[in-house]
């Protein structure tokens, strides 16, 4: 599991394929991998690698099999490139993001950059099924990051678009000012979410039957969907959830 707050910003020194696998080698900002071992979890971008080989005191190898290559950016990297890190969290650490898993969910597309005084806000475009997720004040992973939504929009067809504001410790510790717009990122919804959305259109599935194609069709003249009603109540994503800056 991983806390979602970047640790520090790796690069990639070299890079190999072999048949189904793409091998990396990572050096790592000094201190990261003090008492890193083989088998160990690292979070690379939000996804989470096993350390393969060890390099001296401040690198390390991951093999990528070519399912995580096609579901995430890691098949953009090359030599040079410069990626988020995290170690998975130890019993007993502070959460000062949200629990992650690792498993990137879908790509999403930087669509927008504003850059207000003292602020960096990011709008990432996400596609079908996927925004029906995302709700304003909830939380999010993008490229390991744990983030608050800052707002969010859907459109008629399910896909939509979000906002997330970073303040300049979360740019100088992450790689989002690399960030140009049309670049890929790698999206982890949060769970809770996620499970409370799927069980109450699971209900309304079962209870609806027949009627829901009338009701879709009822709701789409009032420019709503049946995913506005199995939307969290105000206040139910922050409970389930610590409190923590929008960034």
Not at 75 to 82: F, I, K, Q, V, Y
Not at 144 to 173: C, D, K
Request: glycine share 12%; net charge negative; aromatic share 6%.
């Amino acid at each position: 599991m991983f806390t979602g707050i970047v640790q520090g910003i790796a690069s990639v020194a070299e890079l190999g394929d072999r048949p189904g696998l793409r091998s990396f080698r990572l050096v790592f900002p000094p201190g990261f991998a003090a008492g890193l071992a083989i088998g160990a979890s690292v979070a690379v971008d939000g996804v989470c690698l096993t350390v393969t080989a060890l390099h001296g005191s401040d690198a390390a190898g991951f093999d990528v099999m070519q399912q995580s290559l096609a579901l995430t950016t890691l098949a953009g990297l090359r030599p040079g490139s410069r990626v988020n890190v995290e170690r998975a969290a130890r019993d007993g650490a502070e959460i000062g993001g949200h629990p992650l898993s690792g498993h990137v969910d879908v790509m999403g597309r930087l669509a927008d950059v504003r850059r207000p005084e003292n602020n960096h806000v990011l709008r990432i475009a996400l596609p079908a099924p996927w925004m029906r997720y995302v709700f304003a004040k909830g939380y999010i992973a993008v490229n390991g990051a744990s983030l608050t939504v800052a707002q969010a929009e859907r459109g008629p067809g399910g896909s939509g678009w979000f906002e997330v504001w970073l303040i300049p410790e979360t740019l100088r510790m992450t790689t989002f000012g690399d960030l140009a717009v049309g670049d890929l990122l790698n999206i982890e919804i949060e769970r809770q979410t996620q499970v409370f959305v799927d069980t109450v259109r699971e209900a309304l599935d079962e209870r609806l039957g027949p009627l829901r194609p009338a009701l879709e069709a009822l709701l789409r003249t009032h420019g709503a969907s049946l995913d506005e009603l199995a939307r969290p109540l105000p206040g139910a994503l922050a409970a389930a959830a610590p409190s923590r800056d929008p960034a």
